[in-house]
């Protein structure tokens, strides 16, 4: 943690590399709502001489300048009179904040990179993506953007004060495992992170207070902004659908998405709620890909998937789950949530991506007589297909993740447990904590 307060994220040294280019693009800053946009931001801001920060929801006066004026270096001079405060190039970090907010403003920021490249601009909003979609174009080409997801449990474990056991973790390996002491300690930590979540707000009440009755109220706040958003999303669409098809995703998590599941609301409204909540960054889609080689994508089954919430600590919230049963218990098998594990690990692969590309996720699936078979999560890595097969315990077959290698002529397979690391044969083990390791190393 800063002086300041600030816990350090993964997305931290993509803003300082932007940052000390010679010219760049403006910045836009991608994600859902409260998982620590405006936080990076002004964390980054401290290393400028001075640091303008626009809201637009907060202050619609400031509006009028962008309806007004054309010229970047008018909007700036503007901007600079309105603030107080001096805008130069190279020395100002400038911050348009919920952007979505005014259109005018989104509508400028490809003159920022044509006429002012010099000048350090980020951009941000809540429901960006929704404006994003309604603009016939928005500066394409001339933005770069950068994605934004909760605290991976890396990024935890360093806010707790655990870079140590942090770094450890990172340079263990099935042929390096951990000690057994350590490795006890990080599968502690991991119950922890999975009852808290990566949300900002919540990892720093749990961190600061060690209560997860505090956090968990802190969730319970966020789950009621969210739901006060789904009137935002789509006019058309009646929140409560959208409300509905969002609790069906967290009780659908451990298989596909099945739409004639959802209560009161028909296909049609099911799907269109779906495309809502991703567009919103609420829920992660897994879809099925045939995995014949890169890119995954390639044959990919956009009918066919699994959903999953955007947070850990979100979803033991909407189904009820009691910390207690979580620390207490020595796998997730005994308390039946072996899909928080699956969950866990595509949340981790989607976080360790490189945070410049929007990244998917991709599971298989095979449907034949009496020889079923379906690994959890296939991932590519240096032009090879690596599948992860997820296990709650610490013990179980791998029939689906064999069938996959020998269909497939893999070299290399991977098994997320809650085992240390470790191999058996071709199979390598790693400990759930621990699967960034491997979704890192593109």
């Not at 800053?29 to 303008?52: H, I, P, T, W």
């Not at 997860?212 to 969730?219: G, H, N």
């Not at 909407?318 to 020595?330: E, N, P, R, T």
């Not at 296990?391 to 447990?417: D, W, Y």
């Amino acid at each position: 943690m800063t002086k300041n307060g600030y816990f350090e994220r993964k997305i931290d040294s993509a803003l300082r590399s932007w940052a000390e280019e010679g010219e760049r693009k403006p910045l836009l800053l991608r994600g859902a709502r409260q998982v620590g946009k405006s936080s990076a931001v002004r964390n980054l801001g401290k290393s400028f001489k001075n640091y303008v920060e626009v809201n637009f929801d907060d202050d619609k006066g400031v509006h009028s300048i962008f309806e007004r004026f054309n010229s970047p270096q008018e909007i700036c001079a503007q901007l600079s009179l309105h603030y107080k405060k001096e805008i130069r190039a190279g020395q100002t970090l400038v911050f348009f904040d919920e952007i979505q907010s005014c259109p005018a403003a989104m509508g400028r920021m490809r003159y920022f990179y044509e006429q002012y490249p010099e000048l350090h601009l980020i951009a941000a909003g809540s429901l960006l993506e929704f404006a994003i979609e309604e603009m016939a174009s928005f500066a394409v080409g001339r933005i770069r953007s950068v994605y934004l997801y909760p605290f991976s449990f890396d990024e935890f474990l360093r806010a707790c004060g655990e870079g140590m056991l942090a770094d450890a973790c990172k340079q263990a390996t099935p042929e390096k495992p951990l000690s057994g002491l350590a490795h006890s300690d990080l599968c502690k930590l991991l119950k922890i992170f999975l009852i808290t979540g990566g949300m900002p707000e919540a990892v720093a009440i749990q961190i600061k207070t060690g209560n997860f009755l505090k956090s968990q109220m802190v969730i319970d706040d966020l789950m009621t902004t969210f739901r006060s958003d789904f009137a935002k999303y789509k006019k058309r669409m009646p929140s409560v659908h959208i409300e509905n098809v969002f609790e069906s995703v967290a009780s659908q998590i451990d298989g596909k998405f099945v739409y004639e599941r959802v209560e009161g609301v028909n296909n049609a409204q099911v799907r269109q709620s779906l495309d809502l909540l991703i567009k919103a960054g609420l829920v992660i889609p897994v879809t099925h890909s045939p995995a014949n080689g890169v890119p995954l994508g390639a044959g990919a089954n956009f009918k066919r998937r699994r959903m999953l919430p955007l947070d850990t600590g979100m979803f033991l919230r909407m189904l009820g789950f009691d910390a207690s049963q979580i620390m207490l218990a020595d796998d997730f098998k005994t308390i039946n949530m072996g899909a928080l594990a699956e969950m866990f690990v595509g949340l981790e692969i989607l976080k360790a991506s490189p945070c410049h590309t929007p990244h998917q996720l991709f599971y298989w699936h095979r449907e034949k007589k009496q020889s079923n078979a379906q690994v959890d999560y296939v991932i590519q890595k240096n032009g090879c297909v690596i599948p992860i097969e997820v296990k709650s315990g610490t013990k179980g077959a791998m029939p689906s993740l064999r069938i996959f290698m020998q269909e497939k002529g893999s070299v290399r397979g991977i098994r997320a447990s809650m085992e240390n690391f470790g191999r058996i044969g071709e199979v390598e083990i790693y400990p759930l904590y621990a699967v960034s390791n491997v979704a890192g190393q593109r």
